[in-house]
């Protein structure tokens, strides 16, 4: 249950969402734009699995659930492999790029002081170029807000994770903007 009365049996951030229009909104749009704009050199997965990943360091089981089921969606992997990679991605078969850009974004977690000259030069060395450090920052700090607001205030998850499996092909495809009010 959650802290306060929302008026609405809607989980996570679509619940806190739900009650308070006037702010889903900007939030709405800006996850819309980190994450679904065609105008980036990273792609959609890509952009998921950052805010998978700090989803999961941040203990946000709704978020990370969502975006990690996303996340495999679009990289054609399923939540067994994405769990892998949220708990060791040095380990994965990623790319050298996603890997240094993934220790950026648990770094921005820790704060965004923790973010090192030598992890964005290492992400240099491997290919990231000032747009896709920018926004792998701004998405993991974005993520550390969302998840804190959808844990701040005690909202509800639905624990089976094939339901997030399930809704991933509608959420790619709609983004979200238009789906605000959907169950997951």
Known sequence: M????????????RGLMFYSPETEAPLNALAEQ?????????SRGERELIATYV?????????????????????????DEIDA?????????????IKALLAIAGSVQKGGKHVTTEQIEAARAEGADDKEIHDTVLIAAAFCMYNRYVD???????QDRQI?????????????????????
Do not use: M
């Open 2 to 13: 959650a802290h306060i009365e929302l008026n609405n049996d809607l989980p996570g951030i």
């Open 34 to 42: 980190l994450l679904r704009d065609d105008n980036n050199s990273l």
């Open 55 to 79: 989803s999961y360091l941040n203990d946000c089981f709704f978020c990370q659930n969502v975006h990690g089921a996303v996340a495999g969606h679009y990289l054609g992997c399923n939540i």
């Open 85 to 97: 990679i949220k708990a060791n991605f040095s380990a994965t078969d990623l790319s050298p790029k």
């Open 152 to 158: 701040g205030l005690g909202t509800w998850a639905p």
């Open 164 to 184: 997030y499996i399930d809704r991933a092909p509608e959420r790619a495809e709609v983004g979200y903007i238009s789906s605000i009010f959907k169950k997951v």
